[in-house]
């Protein structure tokens, strides 16, 4: 079967610390792999996404995420988070097409 | 980014009532569309997929005519939830999927639309 863990409904860093969400996938073809974020009152922005190529994808706002195919993983991670990052992140696996199977996310919290 | 508008996003309605929601791809025409309904604490469940001039594509366990959509246009699709109960309560959303190729494609997602049926 398809889906996509996110493991971690909710993590807790402190501002300027790292941040890893972690992100596992069962897909039947060559997975397409995406994360998003969800901001109260605001649709859904991409962050980054990996087609093909280099397993380490860099995406907007500092963010980048490694491919693991042996882990089929596609965790996130930023060396600095900031209290702007406070979101609801969302691991998605599909196709070119964005026929997308979605993670249940994780709600990041940014202590002061 | 492109900018995909959808309204209105926040609907209370009847019980017995219908609500149709937008979505419109402001800046991009989007041939293709996507219907997602998202309940509290969990992932986004795709309902259907919308190609314009054509039927929607329903995935399987969503009633196609209980949730009516329509493409008529390469920037707008409408979402129409007839006969609404309150297990029809959620977070609908939408996505405008760009018309470019390979890597290029991306596809925009509305705000999204909080459903209540009393």
């Known amino acids: 079967a398809q889906s996509v863990t996110q493991p971690d409904i909710h993590i807790t860093v402190s501002e300027g610390a790292s941040l890893e969400l972690r992100c596992n996938y069962s897909?039947?073809?060559?997975?397409?792999l995406f994360w998003y974020v969800q901001s109260p009152g605001q649709g859904l922005q991409l962050l980054l996404k990996?087609?093909?190529?280099d397993t380490l994808v860099q995406g907007i706002k500092g963010f980048e995420a490694e491919f693991k195919r042996s882990q089929s993983s596609f965790n996130l991670r930023k060396p600095s988070v900031h209290w702007s990052d406070a979101a609801e992140y969302f691991c998605?696996?599909?196709?070119?097409?964005?026929?997308?199977?979605w993670g249940a996310g994780t709600k990041l919290i940014i202590k002061p | 980014g492109a900018v995909v508008s959808q309204h209105p996003s926040w609907v209370i309605c009847k019980s017995g009532t219908s609500v149709k929601i937008e979505c419109r791809s402001l800046?991009?025409?989007?041939?293709?569309m996507f219907w997602y309904r998202q309940f509290p604490k969990q992932s986004l469940m795709l309902m259907a997929t919308?190609?314009?001039?054509?039927?929607?594509?329903?995935e399987q366990g969503v009633e196609k005519d209980k949730f009516l959509i329509n493409h008529a246009s390469l920037t707008l699709s409408t979402l129409t939830v007839t006969s609404a109960h309150p297990e029809d309560s959620s977070f609908y959303i939408c996505?405008?999927?760009?018309?470019?190729?390979?890597?290029?494609?991306?596809?925009?997602f509305g705000q999204g639309t909080r459903l209540t049926v009393v």
């Open positions: 996505s405008a999927r760009t018309d470019l190729r390979g890597f290029n494609t991306e596809a925009f």
């Open positions: 800046d991009f025409q989007a041939t293709t």
């Open positions: 919308s190609n314009e001039g054509s039927k929607a594509t329903y």
């Open positions: 897909y039947g073809a060559t997975p397409y």
């Open positions: 990996y087609f093909s190529g």
């Open positions: 998605a696996v599909g196709d070119s097409n964005y026929q997308l199977i």
